[in-house]
């Protein structure tokens, strides 16, 4: 399939370790924030969501934090699969009135068997 | 229950031509959202169709342009190509917009080469 990680920062980590992947924001207006993964050949698919009243929220295996100080936000993955390599994406929208949608430049993660 | 389903999965077009991309949202979504991701990079947001009208727009020219039918399947509709418009065309469905919970689910895309 198509690679959609071309030119893209990649993160590097062996099978079972935690993996952290960083995001900078660029709407101090944005209030809900998402995480996608996108495999080569597929739409981006749904991680988890975090609204900006929060700081942290966690999912099964997967960890996201906020910080709107300085509009940082990132994903934790902890023992990191196989399949968990793939291209993430951040996002930003307003949840307000109709959405639309921003992403972060991604970030290619590959996991060392 | 089907997902959301694009049409077609590939597609080559020569420069000045105009193409039409087609997308079933998922069974009880009624907002359709198109992007456009080029080789290497995030999607780009085009534009939402809610209600059978454009709600919100990217930074996209004129030539790009969309319709939402009753069934709440879209269309996208890009005229006079140019080498930059090859991308992958993704389309995302989502409830209402306003809802307390928002979670878009893409497509597959349609792989649009231009020549």
């Known amino acids: 399939g198509e690679s959609v990680g071309l030119h893209l920062p990649t993160l590097s980590v062996q099978e079972g370790d935690n993996s952290i992947i960083n995001c900078a924001y660029s709407n101090s207006a944005s209030d809900y924030f998402i995480w996608y993964k996108q495999e080569s050949g597929k739409g981006p698919q749904f991680i988890i969501d975090?609204?900006?009243?929060?700081d942290k929220r966690q999912g099964q295996r997967v960890t996201v934090l906020l910080n709107k100080t300085v509009k940082h936000l990132s994903l934790q993955i902890a023992a990191t699969q196989p399949g968990d390599s793939a291209v993430y994406f951040c996002?930003?929208?307003?949840?307000?009135?109709?959405?639309?949608?921003?992403f972060g430049t991604g970030t290619k993660l590959q996991v060392i068997p | 229950d089907a997902g959301v389903t694009q049409s077609p999965t590939h597609l080559i077009k020569t420069r000045g031509q105009q193409v039409t991309l087609r997308c079933s949202p998922k069974?009880?979504?009624?907002?359709v959202s198109w992007y456009q991701q080029a080789l290497g990079q995030g999607p780009q947001f085009i534009f939402q169709y809610y209600e059978e009208e454009e709600r919100q727009r990217g930074n996209f020219p004129d030539r790009f342009s969309g319709h939402q039918f009753p069934n709440y399947s879209s269309e996208l509709n890009v005229n006079a190509l140019l080498l930059g418009d090859s991308a992958l065309y993704l389309c995302?469905?989502?409830?209402?917009?306003?809802?307390?919970?928002?979670?878009?689910?893409f497509g597959p895309g349609t792989r649009l080469t231009v020549t």
């Open positions: 995302a469905s989502s409830s209402a917009p306003g809802q307390e919970f928002y979670e878009q689910y």
């Open positions: 996002a930003e929208t307003y949840s307000g009135g109709y959405q639309k949608v921003t």
């Open positions: 975090i609204r900006s009243n929060m």
């Open positions: 069974s009880g979504h009624d907002t």
